[in-house]
T-cell receptor, first 109, second 113 residues
Framework: AQRVTQPEKLLSVFKGAPVELKCNYS??????LFWYVQYSRQRLQLLLR??SRESIKGFTADLNKGETSFHLKKPFAQEEDSAMYYC???????????FGTGTRLLVSP | NAGVTQTPKFQVLKTGQSMTLQCAQD?????MSWYRQDPGMGLRLIHY???????DQGEVPNGYNVSRSTTEDFPLRLLSAAPSQTSVYFC????????????FGSGTRLTVV
């Protein structure tokens, strides 16, 4: 069975501080992992996908198969980063996504 | 491209009423899904479809029905609304590759009184 765990409900940091949002997964197959962001009362937007190894808005995430983790990092948080962040796992064949419970990031000035 | 369009944006139902939440996409995506979003519980999969005529249950399917008669549309039906179905509902679609991920609609906020 697929499972995604985001252990922090809320992460509060000051502007300019480093940010790490944790994500661990459980899946017997080859995982496809994503980070989605949801700004206040808006639709979910794709932020990062592990297959692309990209950096978006200064965020990066590395898939660590040994630790079954896909943590989201940013070296210097900005106030506009305040949002809800969801880690998601795609099954084999990518027929569906399973989401974690989300972490709310609050960046204070 | 409009992307994924959900209607209505808001709805209030009385307990026992039925209704259909509409979802349409214009990207020719094969895969479509319905999620509900509740505080502290993230997004939970209700039903999903990998093509016209093919649907399957997700994590929380009870009380909901779906059908997929065309590639574009994936309506979600609430058979007899209950207060526990008060939630925000999101529809999403994907071309079926990991590279592109899923594209989400703007959601329907449903309140059952």
């Amino acid at each position: 069975a697929q499972r995604v765990t985001q252990p922090e409900k809320l992460l509060s940091v000051f502007k300019g501080a480093p940010v790490e949002l944790k994500c661990n997964y459980s899946y017997s197959g080859s995982p496809e992992l994503f980070w989605y962001v949801q700004y206040s009362r808006q639709r979910l937007q794709l932020l990062l996908r592990h297959i692309s190894r990209e950096s978006i808005k200064g965020f990066t995430a590395d898939l660590n198969k040994g630790e079954t983790s896909f943590h989201l990092k940013k070296p210097f948080a900005q106030e506009e980063d305040s949002a809800m962040y969801y880690c998601a796992l795609g099954d084999t064949g990518f027929q569906k996504l399973v989401f974690g419970t989300g972490t709310r990031l609050l960046v204070s000035p | 491209n409009a992307g994924v369009t959900q209607t209505p944006k808001f709805q209030v139902l009385k307990t026992g009423q039925s209704m259909t939440l509409q979802c349409a996409q214009d990207m020719n995506h094969e895969y479509m899904s319905w999620y509900r979003q509740d505080p502290g519980m993230g997004l939970r999969l209700i039903h999903y479809s990998v093509g016209a005529g093919i649907t399957d249950q997700g994590e929380v399917p009870n009380g909901y029905n779906v059908s997929r008669s065309t590639t574009e549309d994936f309506p979600l039906r609430l058979l007899s609304a209950a207060p526990s179905q008060t939630s925000v509902y999101f529809c999403a679609s994907s071309p079926g590759t990991g590279v592109d991920g899923y594209t989400f609609g703007s959601g329907t906020r449903l309140t059952v009184v």
